[in-house]
């Protein structure tokens, strides 16, 4: 089983950056893919980007391609997400999510959910 925790969540003007971090309890977080998924108030969770178990394949929602970045370190049990110029309309609640089967697009594919950081963007 794993736990999830993310953090770095806040409030920042357009075109910023911030960086959220995803802590995971559990000695095999290095055979789980990562997601990190986000919702908006009235809205459905989305995908935002995933990673595999190596690192090396990487997937970004077209959205945010070319703007974020996820990343991961399986020493240290975290997954990041680097998000720069941001814009109002990345204003969510962003979650971390671990897969134990694969990594992908599709929310109803991962395992283990975190609480979620608030990302709150001005224009």
């Known amino acids: 089983q794993v736990q999830l925790v993310e953090s770095g969540g806040g409030l920042v003007q357009a075109g910023g950056s911030l960086r959220l971090s995803c802590a995971a309890s559990?000695?095999?977080?290095?055979?789980?893919?990562m997601g990190w998924f986000r919702q908006a108030p009235g809205k459905e969770r989305e995908f935002v980007a995933a990673?595999?178990?190596?690192?090396?394949?990487?997937l970004y929602a077209d959205s945010v391609k070319g703007r974020f970045t996820i990343s991961r370190d399986n020493a240290k049990n975290t997954v990041l997400l680097q998000m720069s110029s941001l814009k109002p309309e990345d204003t969510a609640v962003y979650y971390c999510?671990?897969?134990?089967?694969?990594?992908?697009?599709?929310?109803?594919?991962?395992?283990?959910w975190g609480q979620g950081t608030q990302v709150t963007v001005s224009s």
């Open positions: 999510a671990a897969d134990d089967s694969g990594w992908g697009r599709n929310p109803g594919s991962y395992d283990y």
């Open positions: 559990g000695r095999t977080f290095s055979s789980y893919g």
């Open positions: 990673i595999s178990w190596s690192g090396r394949g990487r």
